[in-house]
């Protein structure tokens, strides 16, 4: 069974960092692309970033470019996601995805965690 | 990256059919494939619906179904039912190898 996990959200003051991490197990981590997707609360989606299997190839959102470093372990089957420069409008549940085909695709994210909450407060 | 625009709600009775739009550019709905849904209810995390504009994953039911017309995506759900009840989002990959999503929809069975 396909499972993914995140942890480390929590709350943070303007201008901190946290970091962000998403166990997957019950596939072949290193053969997916993964993708953080955040909502912020009574919000729409919007789409953060992905790493490409083999971290070859990272793309972020332009709101967090400069500011979110995605990386993954593929020996500990895990993703995270550094935030730095944390502002009021990164407060989110964020959601880990894993893309629906093995390798690099577009096609959609067919499995997500339950979220974990980011809080940016004073 | 400009969200993809769906109509904040949609409605009809059981049995009826509904369809949510997603209007994009040219620069992702227009010319990718690489459009997906995404069902939400309250409180938990989205669900693939539709992926690649118009195929469902195992276990979606048939009532489903997606296509594309130029720079607008569509999601139909026929024979409306009570569980169908949700948000619905969007998503379409982008000129730029990101990826975007819509507004959100909000589906009542009335």
């Known amino acids: 069974e396909v499972q993914l996990v995140e942890s480390g959200g929590g709350l943070v003051k303007p201008g901190g960092s946290l970091r962000l991490s998403c166990a997957a197990s019950g596939f072949t981590f290193t053969d997916y692309t993964m993708n953080w997707v955040r909502q912020a609360p009574g919000k729409g989606l919007e789409w953060v970033s992905s790493?490409?299997?083999?971290?070859?190839?990272?793309y972020y959102a332009d709101s967090v470019q400069g500011r979110f470093t995605v990386s993954r372990d593929n020996a500990k089957n895990s993703l995270y996601l550094q935030m730095n420069s944390l502002r009021a409008e990164d407060t989110a549940v964020y959601y880990c995805?894993?893309?629906?085909?093995?390798?690099?695709?577009?096609?959609?994210?067919?499995?997500w965690g339950q979220g974990t909450l980011v809080t940016v407060s004073s | 990256q400009s969200a993809l625009t769906q109509p904040p709600s949609v409605s009809g009775s059981p049995g009826q059919s509904v369809t949510i739009s997603c209007t994009g550019t040219s620069s992702d709905v227009g010319n990718y494939n690489g459009v997906s849904w995404y069902q939400q209810s309250p409180g938990t995390a989205p669900q693939l619906m539709i992926f690649e504009v118009g195929n469902r994953p195992s276990g979606v039911p048939d009532r489903f179904s997606g296509s594309k017309s130029g720079n607008t995506a569509s999601l139909t759900i026929s024979g409306l039912q009570a569980e169908d009840e949700a948000d619905y989002y969007c998503s379409s990959y982008t000129s730029t190898s990101t990826f975007v999503f819509g507004t959100g929809t909000k589906v009542t069975v009335l």
């Open positions: 995805a894993r893309d629906y085909y093995a390798g690099i695709s577009a096609a959609g994210f067919d499995y």
């Open positions: 790493i490409t299997s083999g971290s070859s190839y990272i």
